[in-house]
């Protein structure tokens, strides 16, 4: 008889978790970042490129259509994209598998403090009603990311 998950039940207070890893440039667009890394981004945009935007007329009071053009590029990584699990183990285990082999290119972009920005973004969703929100891992999965990023930050979804 194999063994079977008759129930799975967490002991975290958080209900859904998604992890952006993100990169900032105005020195390479974003399909070069993305041949550099051998990885295609979920999401982002190249520097210079227009885009449609909205802007208040201060004297006619209405929202008009405006185009910008991007201030850098932005390339990211969405680990939605790679499970669809709700456990940040998972989420983080999917991103770091992408990113850790490509840690040396990574490591020489975060050298170029001036020209690059790496960020990784933990989102959590946690329950309203609760008095307080927890959230913890090994500190294996902080030292990784905090390895391949200049910034780590938390924010509620």
């Known amino acids: 008889m194999e063994?079977?998950?008759l129930q799975y039940h967490s002991f975290y207070d958080y209900s859904d978790v998604e992890i952006q890893y993100s990169i900032k440039t105005k020195k390479l667009n974003l399909d070069a970042l993305s041949d550099l890394l051998k990885i295609q981004s979920t999401r982002g945009w190249s520097f210079g490129e227009t885009y449609e935007g909205k802007q208040l007329n201060t004297a006619t009071r209405q929202v008009?259509?405006?185009t910008r053009k991007?201030?850098?590029t932005h390339w990211v990584l969405n680990s939605n994209s790679l499970t669809e699990s709700n456990r940040f183990e998972n989420h983080a285990d999917q991103l770091l598998s992408l990113l850790v082999p490509k840690q040396n290119i990574i490591?020489?972009?975060m050298e170029q403090k001036d020209d690059f920005e790496i960020m990784t973004f933990i989102y959590l969703t946690f329950d309203v009603?609760?008095?307080h929100f927890g959230f913890g891992t090994?500190?294996?999965?902080?030292?990784?990311l905090s390895d391949i990023s200049h910034y780590?930050?938390?924010r509620t979804k």
């Open 138 to 144: 090994t500190t294996e999965y902080f030292k990784k």
């Open 129 to 131: 009603n609760e008095k």
């Open 64 to 66: 008009e259509t405006i």
């Open 3 to 5: 063994n079977e998950i």
């Open 107 to 109: 490591k020489t972009l």
């Open 70 to 72: 991007r201030p850098n």
């Open 152 to 154: 780590i930050e938390w």
